[in-house]
């Protein structure tokens, strides 16, 4: 049974900066791509950042690309996401899911998903 433990949210004001860490126990997470999904209430869910099971590939959505960097540590079974210049527009629930590629990761189809940890962003 995989089980993704996200924390790290809270209230930031514009501008400044959060990191989110995710934590994985029950499969062999270095082999695993991993990533971070957010969610706005009316919105759907969105593909924030992902990276792969040796952490050389990474891909971000283009609002966020430049502001977030996402990374990860396999021998602590962890991956993170560090968000600097947040705006307004990046409060959502951010979730931690993982996938078998980092393509397959992208389309957001996993069976596997964390609780949310909840970032909201003050203007």
């Known amino acids: 049974q995989v089980q993704l433990v996200e924390s790290g949210g809270g209230l930031v004001q514009a501008g400044g900066s959060l990191r989110l860490s995710c934590v994985a126990s029950?499969?062999?997470?270095?082999?695993?791509?991993m990533g971070w999904f957010r969610q706005a209430p009316g919105k759907e869910r969105e593909f924030v950042a992902g990276?792969?099971?040796?952490?050389?590939?990474?891909d971000y959505v283009d609002s966020v690309r430049g502001r977030f960097t996402i990374s990860r540590d396999n021998a602590k079974n962890t991956v993170y996401l560090q968000m600097n210049s947040l705006k307004p527009e990046d409060t959502a629930a951010y979730y931690c899911?993982?996938?078998?590629?980092?393509?397959?990761?992208?389309?957001?189809?996993?069976?596997?998903w964390g609780q949310g940890t909840q970032v909201t962003v003050s203007s």
């Open positions: 029950g499969r062999t997470f270095s082999s695993y791509a």
């Open positions: 990276i792969s099971w040796s952490g050389v590939s990474t």
């Open positions: 899911s993982l996938d078998s590629t980092l393509f397959g990761l992208r389309l957001g189809q996993s069976d596997y």
